[in-house]
């Protein structure tokens, strides 16, 4: 089957081609997660999901980077509630779709994006690749790390990124289990098509069922452990100064000036 473009986006590229799918974050230079790019990344897995003859996902970002996070515009008090709601809906949808999902990391990965990519199935970084979650640095924390990356990586190297904030390569990433393999870059693109290939080749009734297999346990646990993460941003840390702060702070390009409360 031939190459066919889905839908159009304006924040991503959706191809199909005979049982993959490939989703291509495009918001150039650093491939931000806005408001918009959610409803698209959700329209387009709503997309994927209703094609019977995909069995395989593949997201990427275009250009340098795969994506350096979530828009920190969009964490102000009165847009927070909102882009939780749809950037976890993707997360979910991600962790729900009976596709297997690969991410292919170049550049920097990092914040909501290192969790976009942490949350699919396969994780092929570039070596030289960073990441990292950030989000302390803005007097916040990541919810779906920490939630989720205790489970891939244990709770004292989850601990040490979320609370510093500080970033590791690829090479690093492949090493604690954040990612399955680490390449060198030029090396990236065909070691993620030999694993599409592999299993192009395999039954995608077997795939959906043993995904379904291997997530069975820790599904439950991120369910409720997302929604009480959502409820502490929400009912805490966004409605103390220095997260106002922190946002505010990186908006208007200067240092935060930190209170403690």
Known sequence: MATQTAAKFERLALSLDGCVARVMLRNQPLNIIDIPMMDELSAALAEVESRSEISVVVIRGEGN????????????????????????RVIRSLIATRKVTIASVHGNCLGGGAELAMVCDLVYSAEDATWGFPEIQLGCFPPIAATALSALVGQKRASDLILT?????GSKAASIGLASAAVPAQE??????????????LSPTALAITKKAIYAWDSVHFDKGLARAEKIYLDELIHTEDAREGIRAFIEKRQPKWKGR
């Open 165 to 169: 904030g500080r970033m590791i390569t």
């Open 65 to 88: 980077c795969f994506s350096a996070g979530v828009d920190v515009a969009a964490h102000t008090p009165d847009k927070v509630a909102a882009m939780l709601e749809k950037f976890h």
């Open 188 to 201: 990236l693109e065909r070691t993620v098509d030999e694993t599409v290939r592999r299993l192009s080749s």
